[in-house]
């Protein structure tokens, strides 16, 4: 343990940020699990559906640095090329 009081204290907001940011990546990873196994169904009103989820996720993570920028554009893309296939 610290024996610094500010360093104790930035320790615990460490933790509780690592938390946080565990669970927002979590959280975007499995929304962009789901819009894949929509997309492997066949079901093309669930994977718009998810794919709006996923999309508005992936953006959250890169706005608050979970993902860098251009890691969310690459998987923006590969979904938004899924979606497109499906159509034809």
């Known amino acids: 343990m610290a ?3 500010s ?5 615990l907001l460490i933790k509780k940020a690592s938390a946080r940011n565990r669970a927002a990546k979590s959280l975007m990873k499995t929304n962009i699990k789901k819009f ?3 997309v492997s169904e066949g079901d093309r009103d669930l994977a718009n559906a998810a794919y709006k989820v996923a ?3 992936v953006d959250r993570a890169a706005t608050k640095n979970l993902i860098h920028k251009n890691n969310a554009a690459r998987k923006k893309r590969s ?5 497109n296939k499906m159509g034809e």
């Open 3 to 5: 024996n610094i009081k």
């Open 7 to 11: 360093s104790a204290k930035r320790a």
């Open 36 to 38: 894949s196994f929509a």
């Open 55 to 57: 999309v508005r996720t």
């Open 79 to 83: 979904m938004t090329l899924a979606l």
